[in-house]
């Protein structure tokens, strides 16, 4: 059994292409795979946890991704933290224990830029991002990196975020022209709109500040709930990740899941003129996927500590 913490996995130098790569790969054989739903456990008002398992038969694994977020840790840091297990469902015993952090943000990014690639029309010059952290930067690195199009990029002023990650990126990637906005209408205006906020009290903007043909990108699904009613269509990663919204019953029957579309089953954008919305922050099924891909690296590579696990020898052991 291989474990791989987080700055191993960091310093493997896997390319942003690559974890696109398997992540679209994911979305064309979902419907072969067995996807639960996740379940949340909430300890209080300071904890939460989230279990996410999956099984993917085309390559003979199973896995389960555990999510802690609990603010109360006893270090006075928030424990905030994933990790990966995954097995062969043919054989007995664990592969792999991967810390998820990296995978998780990383596969983020990769799915909320294919959503922009695939779903954007192909006249968009603006795009609009808010919610300026770690998933926000992973999003620039990835559409700097797997799309040469060119956007000016409106960031919406919070703190520093926006001079930090211009700071960041702005030689990296010329093909992008940042500029800082103060309003979420100056955002939610723009051809493109991308938020990795976590939280909102309310919706962002008002529905005729959406311009016909843009495309919006929540990544952590808040602020744009008025969207799910006056846009032409829903693009959804799982029907289960949806049904608890709050207007899931209004909107269902203009979704579409995301491997539809890769299939060939349905379609994406219909015309130059609908407004789309594309709720895909990920599955399970991508964690485990990537994390499988990452163990075959680390495998081929040497890397990562290995750990015999002994198993019961006959189911007779008493």
């Known amino acids: ?8 996995i960091r310093n493997m130098n896997i390319s942003e292409k690559e ?8 979305w064309r054989m979902k419907e ?16 939460r946890y989230i279990t996410m398992p999956g099984i993917i038969p085309d390559y003979d694994i199973a896995g389960v991704k555990f999510i802690s977020r609990n603010v109360d840790d006893i270090n006075g840091i928030p424990a905030r933290n994933s ?18 952090m990296w995978i998780t943000n990383m596969r983020t990014a990769a799915i909320a830029v ?22 926000a930067w992973a999003f620039i690195k990835f559409l700097g990196t797997v799309s040469q199009k060119k ?11 926006a001079e930090r990650l211009i700071d960041r990126f702005k030689g990296e990637f010329p093909q992008f022209e940042f500029e800082i906005v103060d309003t979420y209408d100056e955002v939610c205006s723009c051809d493109v709109v991308v938020s990795a ?50 207007y899931y019953e209004k909107f269902k029957h203009k979704m579409t899941e995301v491997s539809e579309i890769a299939t060939g089953n349905s379609t994406g954008r219909d015309s130059e003129e609908q407004r789309l919305i594309a709720y895909c922050g990920g599955i ?24 015999n696990m002994e198993y019961p020898k006959t189911h007779l052991w008493i």
């Not at 990537?290 to 500590?305: D, M, P, R, S």
């Open 197 to 246: 906020v976590s939280y909102a009290r309310s919706e962002f903007a008002a529905d005729d500040v959406f311009k016909p043909g843009c495309l919006v990108v929540p990544i952590h699904t808040a602020g744009f709930q008025n969207c799910d009613l006056c846009f032409d269509k829903v693009i959804i990663d799982d029907e289960d990740h949806v049904k608890g919204f709050k």
């Open 114 to 135: 294919n959503s922009v690639v695939e779903y954007s029309r192909e006249d968009a010059e603006t795009l609009g991002l808010m919610g300026l952290g770690l998933v």
């Open 83 to 100: 990790h990966i297990l995954i097995q062969k469902r043919s054989e007995l015993g664990l592969l792999a224990v991967e810390d998820g």
């Open 19 to 26: 974890v696109y790569d398997w992540c679209n790969e994911v």
């Open 151 to 161: 956007y000016a990029v409106k960031l919406l002023r919070y703190k520093d975020q």
């Open 284 to 307: 399970a099924l991508h964690d485990l996927f990537c994390g499988y891909k990452i163990y075959q690296i680390a495998l081929e590579n040497g890397v990562g500590t290995d750990i």
């Open 32 to 47: 072969r795979c067995i996807l639960p739903a996740k379940m949340k456990t909430w300890e209080g008002k300071s904890g």
């Open 1 to 8: 059994m291989k474990v791989l913490d987080f700055e191993t």
